[in-house]
Each structure stands twice: as structure tokens, then as C-alpha cells.
């Protein structure tokens, strides 16, 4: 398996509060993404990343924030956890744009 | 724009017998097509892949796929099912020339009785 792992795994929080998730590779991958992963709705993604500090929207970005200050790591911000936030969200990486992604093991959240 | 298409939300197999999962997507550009699978409480992990080299394409655990660029169809099958193939399948499109953003098929779960 791809060197991925995501922080905290399970989180239960209230609604208001912020939320950092963390994604960590050992793979000095260029790009990393954040995905949520809702029934009926597969993957979507909320912002990906093409090198330390240069990210980029996703398809439902409302509402997050992004940030990778390391190669190896890419951090997930809710500034302000509504209950339409709760989700399972993956991290994945990959070399290069549109090749092979490597998915962490995810995170389940739910907020109150 | 690029969309992915999985035709079944749900599809039961016995043990034994032939799987097929659909996926059609819509593309202007010469895609990538991606499959991959899901287990319960479990991350992503690549099926198989196209990259415009051959057309049938084959991957890990017995499963193949076809592109058929006439039929925007890129379809998912193994010749007899096992009870460990039980899980979520997503079919996956990258445009190349493109934005390169993957865009991700609703998914099919995959039943098999014994």
C-alpha cells in the first residue's frame, strides 16, 4: 500500500467548530487531493493540491479550506462544521495530474 | 465537460457466475478510464487502468475491461465471481488534454451470494 494516512480516523464534532483533518504520504507525491464520499454521490472532490502551497478548487469546495505548507503533508479545514459536512473524506495522491491515484484510509466525521 | 455514467447503483451475482458492471462516460477529449474498488470501511484501490494502449484491459483479482470508444463504454468484468469481490466499484474518468481532474461514477455495489 501507498504510504498515506489520515488523522484523526473518526471525529465527532458539534456544529460551529472547526476541523482540521490531516493527510500524511511517505511518497513524495506531487499532487494530493480531498474527496468526500457521501451515499449516492461516489467521490467528489474539494480541493486538490499540485505543490507546496499551490492548490486549487474542487467540485464542492464551499465551505472548505486547504493548506500544505509540506511536500508531504496536505491538511483539510472546515472553518466553521455543519451538519452537511458530515461525511467519510479520503486523501489520495498521485505523480502527476491524471495518472494513478493512492487513497488513504479515510475519516469518518460527523457533526451534531 | 467530462461525465461518468455507472449504469447499476446495485448488482447481485451468485458465487460462480459471470460479473459484469457498466460504466459509459462522455468525453471530448481522448480519456483515461479508471476502475476501482472499495471494500467495507476501506480506502480506494486501483482495479485497472486505460491509457489509450490496448483496448482490453486487465487487472488485479481476474478483472478485465473493455474500451470501446463507439460506445463511450468502458466496462467492468471477471468470468466467475467470488464471495471476496463483494464491494463498491467506481469508475473513474480523467480527461487528457484537459482539466486532468478525475470525475468519479455514482458507484455500483457489487452483491454475491453464495
Known amino acids: 500500500d501507498a504510504g498515506i494516512t489520515q488523522s484523526p480516523r473518526h471525529k465527532v464534532t458539534e456544529t460551529g467548530t472547526p476541523v482540521t483533518l490531516r493527510c500524511h504520504q511517505t511518497e513524495n507525491h506531487r499532487y494530493m487531493y480531498w474527496y468526500r464520499q457521501d451515499p449516492g454521490h461516489g467521490l467528489r472532490l474539494i480541493h486538490y493540491s499540485y505543490g507546496v502551497k499551490d492548490t486549487d478548487k474542487g467540485e464542492v469546495s464551499d465551505g472548505y479550506s486547504v493548506s500544505r505548507s509540506k511536500t508531504e503533508d496536505f491538511l483539510l479545514t472546515l472553518e466553521s462544521a455543519t451538519s452537511s459536512q458530515t461525511s467519510v473524506y479520503f486523501c489520495?495522491?498521485?505523480?502527476?495530474?491524471?495518472?494513478?491515484?493512492?487513497f488513504g484510509p479515510g475519516t469518518r466525521l460527523l457533526v451534531l | 465537460a467530462q461525465s461518468v455514467t455507472q449504469l447499476d447503483s446495485h448488482v447481485s451475482v451468485s458465487e460462480g457466475t459471470p460479473v459484469l458492471l457498466r460504466c459509459n462516460y462522455s468525453?471530448?477529449?481522448?480519456?483515461?478510464l479508471f476502475w476501482y474498488v472499495q471494500h467495507p470501511n476501506k480506502g480506494l484501490q486501483l482495479l485497472l487502468k486505460y491509457t489509450s494502449a490496448a483496448t482490453l484491459v486487465k487487472g488485479i483479482n481476474g478483472f478485465e475491461a473493455e474500451f470501446k470508444k463507439s460506445e463511450t463504454s468502458f466496462h467492468l468484468t471477471k468470468p466467475s465471481a467470488h464471495m471476496s469481490d463483494a464491494a463498491e466499484y467506481f469508475c473513474?474518468?480523467?480527461?487528457?488534454?484537459?482539466?486532468?481532474?478525475?470525475?468519479f461514477g455514482r458507484g455500483t455495489s457489487l452483491i454475491v451470494h453464495p
Open positions: 468525453s471530448s477529449y481522448s480519456p483515461s
Open positions: 489520495a495522491i498521485s505523480q502527476n495530474m491524471g495518472e494513478t491515484q493512492y
Open positions: 473513474v474518468v480523467i480527461l487528457s488534454g484537459g482539466s486532468y481532474i478525475p470525475t
